[in-house]
């Protein structure tokens, strides 16, 4: 009976966070669910708590495979009852690393923008030392 109540409690706490997760999401990413903006508001400064919340639910999601394996303790079974929970946790890496390319396309744009404006700057200061005035 330890082990079932153990079971239902993880598949509730895994509920509860994917839950608060996909409420950080909709706030910080309404586009990819087809929204103009946000139904409501969280601060940015609290997206690297959804973050963590996250790879929390990753890790208990692992935990919850493997307690499901241990339970069945044959690999075909484990898998063929178990093949979507599979695929999330596999997902979840995975959809992670498009997200780190997403940062690092928005880092190169930003370091490009600014060394246009350095270029700008640098630029218009030598041009403007040929508009200043001669003392004749």
Do not use: C, Q, R
């Not at 493997?66 to 999330?88: G, P, R, S, T, V």
């Not at 600014?114 to 640098?122: A, L």
């Amino acid at each position: 009976m330890g082990e079932k109540n153990t079971m239902v409690a993880l598949d509730i706490s895994l509920v509860i966070i994917a839950l608060a997760y996909f409420i950080g999401f909709i706030s910080f990413y309404p586009e990819s669910m087809f929204l103009k903006e946000a139904p409501y508001y969280i601060p940015h400064d609290y997206e690297i708590y959804f973050e963590i919340l996250m790879w929390v639910f990753f890790g208990m999601l692992v935990l919850d495979l493997y307690l499901k394996y241990k339970k069945l303790n044959d690999w075909d079974l484990f898998l063929k009852k178990h093949w979507h929970d599979i695929a999330m946790v596999v997902a979840i890496p995975f959809l992670a690393v498009f997200k780190l390319a997403k940062v690092s396309v928005k880092l190169v744009k930003t370091i490009k923008a600014s060394k246009s404006g350095f270029k700008v700057f640098y630029k218009t200061k030598k041009a403007s030392k040929h508009f200043k005035p001669s003392n004749s």
